[in-house]
């Protein structure tokens, strides 16, 4: 059985991003047309947002070679657009091996949804496995942000973990995305609290409340109480 994850892609340069800046109250989804050579085609469908303000910046942006709007029900907008460039020359100089990108594209998985987001992309995927997984966030983690919002295998709904806070699934994502429940151990509680920002005291107490949340929720329950 596969895994579905949720991830931020932290990378300004991204196609569009600067679109998703300038239009922040729109909702930009975008997909790609591969049979267009190097530089393949973008379907966008826009929600909600200034129609011209997504115009004007369609217009304005140094990677949106030409844009047509292609239909049009109610609030929900769906725009071609050609771009100026290909993916290697938009992210050259901020990717530090074209190659891996490349590898990528071969990677056993499917990116079923991208969101254009100021500052990136938020994608939706399929990956066969924990290793095509491993391959595409590591690779994001090498050369720009990555940012794990769910992973969960295919088929769960929702992950398991009720009840938590929001800081602790934060502190737990994010030790799990160092490293720090690998075997051995690949960062430490000084690398997790140097990506929240704040002390290695307070990520390890907040670790383990979540902790204790998680068995609380997922296998105490499920056993016959202690004897007094």
């Not at 991003?17 to 997909?31: H, I, M, N, Q």
């Not at 720009?144 to 398991?160: N, Q, V």
């Not at 979540?210 to 007094?228: D, R, Y």
Request: negative net charge; contains cysteine.
């Amino acid at each position: 059985m596969g895994l579905v994850s949720e991830f931020d892609i932290d990378c300004q340069a991204l196609p569009l991003a600067g679109v998703a800046e300038r239009a922040s109250e729109a909702t930009l989804v975008l997909e790609m047309q591969y049979n267009h050579g190097n530089r393949p085609l973008f379907l966008v469908t826009v929600q909600d947002g200034s129609q011209a303000t997504v115009e004007t910046a369609f217009t304005d942006a140094y990677d949106v070679g030409e844009w047509t709007l292609v239909g049009q029900a109610g609030d929900t907008r769906r725009y071609q657009v050609r771009p100026a460039l290909s993916l290697e020359e938009q992210l050259g100089d901020h990717l530090d091996d074209l190659t891996d990108l490349e590898a990528l594209a071969t990677a056993d998985a499917i990116i079923e949804r991208i969101d254009v987001v100021p500052g990136g992309w938020r994608q939706t995927g399929w990956f066969a496995d924990r290793d095509a997984f491993n391959k595409f966030s590591s690779f994001w983690q090498r050369n720009a942000g990555f940012r794990l919002h769910r992973l969960t295998r295919d088929g769960e709904s929702e992950p398991p973990g009720d009840g938590l806070t929001d800081r602790q699934h934060e502190a737990l994502r994010i030790a799990y995305e160092l490293g720090y429940f690998d075997i051995p151990r690949k960062a430490s509680l000084e690398d997790v609290a140097a990506e929240l920002g704040i002390s290695p005291s307070s990520v390890s107490e907040r670790l383990r409340r979540a902790q204790t949340q998680l068995i609380e929720e997922t296998v105490a329950t499920t056993w016959p109480p202690l004897p007094q």
